[in-house]
């Protein structure tokens, strides 16, 4: 697979590149999928009245093409005296969110972080949460990043004491198991099966 | 070497047929039709401003006291920085479009200071590659004294199949900033009564179609209504904020982050508006 860069936008990483005959652009945080196909005339269209500049750098993989466009866009910004910061601050985020985006993030911690059992990233985000000048205005998010904070607490404790359990449990085949005889049965039929190389009791 | 071109001459100039235009294409129409058209120009002269679709960056450096830039002005900064000539610079970036973005700036007078937008009458204007939507206020565009408006985009209108620049279409369409909204009404006249009024925004600009408006001018924060944006995109970088919590966030990831929340700190602070729009 060769991937051409047709044109870039370096300051901010983004490109329009040709994978056999579609053109897409790709831009952070760089999800295929979710990577716009443009049409043909798109390329002299961003050149000429968006700001883009023409490329002509070729990849043999995705990946190539991604760090390449994060390095133009560290060039970029330094030729023009301005570095990419190491980490930007949930604080500083948070801050500046206004209430319907704050409420919306603590609807994902409940809705997937916690269930996912991202416990460190929930207690990360909650704790920045209950930390930043948001809440001055929003008590009512407080009291709910708090009430998230203890629930991600507890769901922690109970997914500890569950991988606990499991550790001190031989639980390879456990239905197996149960049923006397069925391992023992499993073993001879894997041992067979191994010897003649197939899963079928043919002379072949 | 030919005369340049005043643009903005041509414009002031063409003020008188724009007129005649618009009354013998209202001529035309049943007398309904024909009022609502009269309406729709109304309602363009009295909505429509000017939008520039810029990077997220564009806005942080306003909000720095920074000022718009065009691509010559850009070609000029890179000589200053890397000592190349700005020739080289706007050569390599345009490369095999260089020749139809210079037959046009360079054919008119002041050309190289041209800034180039579109009208706009609500909406995020042409937000495929730049979805940062610059509304100007109308203080700044009517202190411009040059101004003038396009059917369309002057790279594709002004230039015939083989490439070759066309001074006619600059002549005979080009309209000054006090007849906009009767080139814009001539132009649209067939489509205005088959669409809704809460759609009119949508025939004066959407994507791929729209009316450039090409002015000289600073371009600041000071000049700046409001910045409209998709909420697609709008979410999408708070989608990406959200992430930083959970991962280390790619270093062009971190740049437009970081570029989100010091324009998210504009608005905060009152320094900047931002409208996010379906």
């Given at each position: 697979?060769?991937?051409?860069?047709?044109?870039?936008?370096?300051?901010?990483?983004?490109?329009?590149?040709?994978?056999?005959?579609?053109?897409?652009?790709?831009?952070?945080?760089?999800?295929?999928?979710?990577?716009?196909?443009?049409?043909?005339?798109?390329?002299?269209?961003?050149?000429?009245r968006?700001?883009?500049?023409?490329?002509?750098?070729?990849?043999?993989?995705?990946?190539?093409?991604?760090?390449?466009?994060?390095?133009?866009?560290?060039?970029?910004?330094?030729?023009?005296?301005?570095?990419?910061?190491?980490?930007?601050?949930?604080?500083?985020?948070?801050?500046?969110?206004?209430?319907?985006?704050?409420?919306?993030?603590?609807?994902?911690?409940?809705?997937?972080?916690?269930?996912?059992?991202?416990?460190?990233?929930?207690?990360?985000?909650?704790?920045?949460?209950?930390?930043?000048?948001?809440?001055?205005?929003?008590?009512?998010?407080?009291?709910?990043?708090?009430?998230?904070?203890?629930?991600?607490?507890?769901?922690?404790?109970?997914?500890?004491?569950?991988?606990?359990?499991?550790?001190?449990?031989?639980?390879?085949?456990?239905?197996?198991?149960?049923?006397?005889?069925?391992?023992?049965?499993?073993?001879?039929?894997?041992?067979?099966?191994?010897?003649?190389?197939?899963?079928?009791?043919?002379?072949? | 070497?030919?005369?340049?071109l005043d643009l903005f001459e041509i414009a002031r100039g063409n003020a008188?047929?724009?007129?005649?235009?618009?009354?013998?294409?209202?001529?035309?129409?049943?007398?309904?039709?024909?009022?609502?058209?009269?309406?729709?120009?109304?309602?363009?002269?009295?909505?429509a401003l000017v939008s520039i679709n810029v990077?997220?960056?564009v806005?942080?450096?306003?909000?720095?006291?920074?000022r718009y830039q065009n691509i010559h002005e850009?070609?000029?900064?890179?000589?200053?920085?890397?000592?190349?000539?700005?020739?080289?610079?706007?050569?390599?970036?345009?490369?095999?479009?260089?020749?139809?973005?210079?037959?046009f700036d360079?054919a008119f007078k002041g050309g190289e200071q041209f800034r180039y937008g579109a009208l706009n009458?609500?909406?995020?204007g042409l937000?495929?590659?730049?979805?940062?939507c610059i509304i100007l206020t109308r203080d700044f565009i009517t202190s411009l004294p040059d101004i003038a408006y396009l059917p369309g985009d002057s790279l594709?209108?002004c230039?015939?199949?083989?490439?070759?620049?066309?001074?006619?279409?600059v002549?005979?369409r080009t309209a000054p900033h006090t007849h906009r909204h009767?080139m814009v009404?001539?132009?649209?006249?067939?489509?205005?009564?088959?669409?809704?009024?809460?759609?009119?925004?949508?025939?004066?600009a959407?994507?791929?179609?729209y009316f450039e408006v090409i002015f000289i001018g600073d371009v600041s924060?000071n000049a700046v209504e409001?910045?409209?944006?998709?909420?697609?995109?709008?979410?999408?970088?708070?989608?990406?904020?959200?992430?930083?919590?959970?991962?280390?966030?790619?270093?062009?990831?971190?740049?437009?982050?970081?570029?989100?929340?010091?324009?998210?700190?504009?608005?905060?602070?009152?320094?900047?508006?931002?409208?996010?729009?379906?």
């Open positions: 697979m060769t991937l051409k860069l047709e044109a870039i936008s370096p300051a901010e990483g983004i490109g329009i590149i040709r994978s056999d005959q579609t053109l897409r652009l790709v831009r952070p945080p760089y999800v295929l999928h979710g990577a716009p196909v443009l049409p043909e005339d798109s390329v002299q269209d961003a050149i000429l968006h700001g883009f500049s023409a490329a002509q750098e070729q990849f043999d993989n995705w990946k190539d093409a991604i760090v390449f466009l994060n390095q133009q866009a560290v060039a970029a910004r330094r030729s023009l005296g301005k570095e990419i910061p190491d980490a930007i601050s949930g604080k500083d985020i948070l801050n500046v969110a206004p209430s319907e985006v704050l409420s919306s993030f603590l609807d994902r911690v409940e809705r997937e972080i916690i269930p996912q059992r991202l416990f460190d990233n929930a207690e990360d985000f909650l704790l920045a949460f209950l930390a930043s000048r948001a809440l001055g205005h929003q008590p009512e998010l407080g009291a709910r990043a708090a009430a998230l904070l203890q629930r991600n607490k507890e769901a922690r404790k109970k997914s500890e004491a569950g991988i606990s359990e499991l550790a001190n449990r031989d639980i390879r085949f456990p239905s197996l198991e149960q049923k006397q005889g069925d391992f023992a049965l499993s073993v001879r039929l894997t041992k067979l099966i191994r010897e003649r190389g197939c899963v079928f009791a043919t002379g072949f | 070497m030919d005369a340049m008188n047929a724009v007129q005649a235009a618009f009354t013998s294409a209202v001529a035309t129409m049943s007398p309904d039709q024909a009022a609502l058209v009269h309406e729709f120009a109304a309602w363009v002269e009295e909505k990077k997220l960056f806005i942080v450096d306003f909000l720095n006291g920074g850009w070609a000029q900064e890179q000589s200053r920085l890397s000592g190349r000539s700005a020739e080289d610079a706007l050569r390599e970036r345009l490369h095999k479009f260089y020749d139809k973005r210079v037959a360079r009458a609500g909406g995020a937000p495929e590659y730049d979805p940062w594709t209108i230039f015939s199949a083989d490439g070759a620049f066309d001074v006619s279409v002549e005979g009767l009404a001539k132009e649209r006249a067939s489509e205005v009564p088959l669409t809704d009024k809460r759609d009119w925004a949508g025939i004066v959407s994507p791929g179609r924060l409001c910045v409209r944006v998709l909420k697609t995109e709008y979410d999408r970088m708070w989608d990406m904020a959200f992430a930083s919590f959970g991962r280390k966030l790619g270093v062009a990831e971190r740049a437009l982050v970081h570029d989100f929340v010091q324009m998210r700190r504009g608005v905060v602070d009152g320094r900047i508006q931002v409208e996010v729009v379906a």
